[in-house]
């Protein structure tokens, strides 16, 4: 039985990712930061961790949490958005949740982590966003998770070379309709996962290291 952890999945994209992964047969292991979202991932028969990612003091302990697992699957989904555009100057309180959350957290959990993907040549994909590109930004809303979502591109890029056994990937899901998507949004949850665990389980070596979007194309950084 194949193994998945899914890294904040308490709602949205990474509630889905565990629905259709545990519906598909596998072991699945996910993260919330709160009873609520623990609730909601037991409720669909997955084990839950309690990690805040924002937190460092709660991200150390992830890796003894974890005990030597070997990983085929690990996504990292958690993230936030602030609406400002660059005129408005972030406060230090948002550019910290921000920050602390897409980029901060990654950092901190891929270097205990990728060795478990590692140990079962396995895939570990970053939930991104189209809006992280530098060359297809044409607007200024939403400056700080643009800002964000590029710094974790870079965290992608550069954790690959140290986890070579790991096919690693930045991943746009699609404008899904979740909370931070919106109603207007093009994608269900369901459709957005379906297309990105299609896209993960055929993930060539080729695509390690790489910005796609959730279909399997290659985006531009």
Not at 42 to 57: F, M
Not at 127 to 134: A, D, K, R, W
Request: with cysteine; glycine share 8%.
């Amino acid at each position: 039985m194949p193994t998945a952890l899914i890294i904040g999945a308490s709602r949205g994209i990474g509630l889905e990712l565990v629905r259709q992964y545990v519906a598909d047969g596998w072991r699945v292991i996910a993260t919330a930061r709160d009873d609520a979202g623990r609730d909601r991932i037991q409720a669909l028969g997955a084990q839950c961790l309690r990690v805040d990612v924002a937190s460092p003091l709660s991200v150390t302990s992830f890796e003894w949490m974890l005990d030597g697992e070997k990983l085929d699957l690990a996504v990292y989904v958690a993230g936030v958005i602030d609406h400002n555009a660059a005129r408005t100057p972030p406060t230090q309180d948002a550019f910290d949740r921000v920050m602390h959350t897409n980029v901060m957290g990654a950092m901190m959990v891929i270097p205990q982590v990728a060795p478990m993907v590692e140990a079962a040549d396995g895939v570990f994909a970053c939930i991104s966003s189209v809006m992280g590109s530098l060359q297809g930004t044409r607007s200024s809303d939403a400056a700080l998770y643009r800002i964000s979502k590029a710094a974790l591109n870079m965290v992608v890029r550069t954790s690959q070379p140290e986890y070579p056994r790991a096919r690693m990937v930045a991943m746009h899901p699609g404008w899904v309709q979740t909370e931070m998507g919106g109603a207007n949004a093009t994608l269900t949850p369901e459709q957005a996962v379906a297309h990105m665990r299609q896209t993960l389980a055929h993930l060539t070596p080729e695509q390690a290291g790489q910005f796609l979007s959730y279909d399997g194309s290659t985006l531009a950084w």
